[in-house]
């Protein structure tokens, strides 16, 4: 019973194709399951709007949407209908072209990343030897869907939006990649897998996630920070800063345009978080080996939904970064860290079983935080705050 | 091969072309994009996944917004009046009918001496993955030394020009 609740999707997909003919089966099982991620993911971008704007709403001491049905949760439906019907607005003098084709090349790459990610025991639509390769190969492109909506609006905020979110996109990949490696270089495989498997063993009931090692842990943390920037989330919503550039990139988007930019928005930050968990928290494995009757998709999604209760946290938490202050923690904070960390890495796999690893690389990287940290705060004087006031 | 060959050949000839005949930088760059991308899947086609990746990941991630970053920031975005070709469309024509008849002529002259082999070579990335940490290794540290004394001087430049901005 407990195995089959597990494997109730794969069975079902099974189950429908039986009744097809041998030679449709592969194609049709490819579409039944992109339409599961295509479909599920934004009812799951719905579900999260209200939670986000009923978090933040808590956080900053307000209701947030209470209007539309019991407690606002058909909220989503509202704003959908809404973008369905608004008018499309095209600037005149915009790239009409570049200007369509940017939100969908957006949509587009961003679900792709989807197709290498295990959300369950085997619940994964391709498992590629380069899995971890391909996800980041379409992470790359949407750089370029941005760059395209910002130029092809001609609009000075729109641009000055898309460049800033490409210049912190492309420094902090460098920093996501460099966290990544560490867990390839462990693992031994790019295929993620092989990676959720490798982390598929307990000891004394406890998992053997790679977050629960020093070298782990640090990645974990520089992999959040640069996922947050990738994804252009707050503290690192630069890109979008409504009060210097009205909305970044997507100023001169209107109805369903703009939705889609909001769309893939979200979906990035599901994406990054289905790819953490899968990198640091042991994909859809059981925290606890005694809760391992709990179905697998369960766990993959319960630790998607949590990194999203993070992200909302975050937002509703910490001020905005400043352009060069985002410049200065990727490149002279995060990175080192990262190149550290391989060295760590590579340094726990040859000092063997024992405790003395745990000792030497731990204090290595907690050594370096602080030096780096107070390195990098040393010139920098704070104190009260002076304001001038034009007279 | 078959009709998914020729339509991936057609589409990174159609935007190599593209880039070439564009009057637009901008647009160029984005065609030249189309370009690289059809080059990825012509590898993933000869089932080469890491090259096809690190294709997407370096040309279409890192080199095309580079490209795009030099053009806007040259203000070179702007479309010319007069046509895009320069006088000497001629000579460069020539020189480029040149260089890919000496590639061309290599690859043919190389073909028959590769031994025939019947079965597909099955290399994965994990076999790429050991031969550069093995037999490879010392032509991937010269290029990582390479690569950072070049990270380094792109470092120093831009800083030259920033102090001597502050002196001015």
Redesign the interface.
Same mark, same amino acid.
């Given at each position: 019973m407990i195995e089959r609740l597990d494997q109730i999707f794969v069975l079902l997909k099974h189950w429908l194709l039986g009744y097809l003919p041998e030679s449709w089966q592969t194609p049709v099982g490819v579409i039944i399951s992109v339409a599961c991620i295509v479909g599920l993911y934004p009812a799951l971008f719905a579900v999260t709007t209200v939670l986000e704007r009923k978090g933040v709403g808590r956080i900053q001491n307000r209701l947030g949407p209470n209007r539309v049905g019991p407690y606002g949760i058909l909220q989503p439906m509202a704003d959908g209908i809404k973008s369905l019907t608004k008018e499309d607005i095209v600037p005149t003098s915009a *790239?009409a072209v570049?200007h369509f084709l940017a939100p969908i090349i957006l949509v587009v790459t961003v679900f792709m990343g989807f197709a290498v990610l295990p959300m369950g025991r085997n619940m994964v639509l391709v498992d @590629? *030897?380069?899995g971890l #390769?391909?996800y980041?190969? @379409?992470?790359? $492109?949407t &750089?370029?869907s941005v760059?395209?909506a910002g130029?092809s609006s001609r609009n000075k905020y729109s #641009?000055l939006g898309a460049?800033r979110a490409?210049a912190q996109m492309?420094s902090y &990949?460098v920093a996501l990649l460099l966290s990544s490696v560490v867990i390839v270089m462990m693992t031994? $495989? #790019?295929s993620l897998v092989k990676i959720v498997e490798a982390q598929n063993h307990y000891s004394y009931g406890l998992p053997h996630w790679y977050i629960f090692t020093p070298w782990g842990f640090a990645a974990f943390i520089m992999y959040a920070i640069a996922g947050t920037a990738e994804t252009n989330r707050s503290p690192f919503d630069l890109p979008e800063g409504e009060s210097e550039l009205v909305a970044g990139y997507h100023t001169e988007y209107s109805g369903f345009k703009f939705a889609l930019f909001f769309l893939g928005e979200y979906v990035a930050m599901f994406s990054i978080s289905g790819l953490g968990s899968t990198l640091f928290l042991g994909g859809w494995m059981a925290p606890l080996s005694g809760l391992q009757f709990i179905p697998s998709w369960i766990w993959f999604f319960g630790k998607l939904f949590v990194s999203m209760c993070v992200f909302i946290w975050l937002r509703g938490t910490l001020p905005r970064l400043r352009q060069d202050q985002l410049m200065n923690f990727a490149w002279k904070f995060v990175l080192p860290m990262c190149l550290l960390n391989l060295f760590v890495a590579a340094l726990w796999r040859f000092m063997g079983d024992g405790w003395l690893r745990w000792i030497v690389c731990s204090a290595i990287l907690i050594v370096a935080y602080f030096s780096i940290g107070r390195e990098g705060m040393r010139r920098k004087h704070f104190g009260p705050r002076s304001y001038r006031y034009a007279a | 091969m078959g009709s998914v060959f020729y339509v991936i050949s057609a589409f990174s000839v159609g935007g190599a072309l593209a880039a070439v005949l564009l009057k637009n930088l901008v647009h160029a760059a984005l065609a030249l994009t189309i370009a690289f991308f059809g080059l990825a899947l012509l590898f993933l086609r000869l089932d080469a996944q890491f090259a096809g990746f690190a294709q997407i990941l370096v040309y279409v991630g890192a080199v095309a917004i580079l490209v795009v970053f030099a053009i806007l920031l040259t203000k070179g975005s702007e479309v010319p009046k007069e046509g895009v070709f320069s006088k000497s469309w001629l000579v460069g024509l020539a020189i480029a009918a040149g260089v890919f008849a000496a590639l061309a002529w290599a690859v043919m002259q190389a073909a028959p001496s590769l031994p025939n082999e019947a079965a597909v070579p099955a290399i994965t990335v994990n076999d790429i993955g050991n031969a550069l940490m093995s037999r490879y290794v010392l032509p991937l540290e010269i290029i990582a030394v390479l690569l950072t004394a070049a990270l380094l001087g792109a470092v120093i430049v831009a800083m030259h020009e920033k102090e001597r901005s502050r002196q001015g």
């Open positions: *790239d570049v @590629m *030897d380069a #390769l391909f980041f190969a @379409m992470g790359a $492109s &750089e370029l760059f395209m130029w #641009l460049m490409v492309i &990949e031994g $495989s #790019l | -």
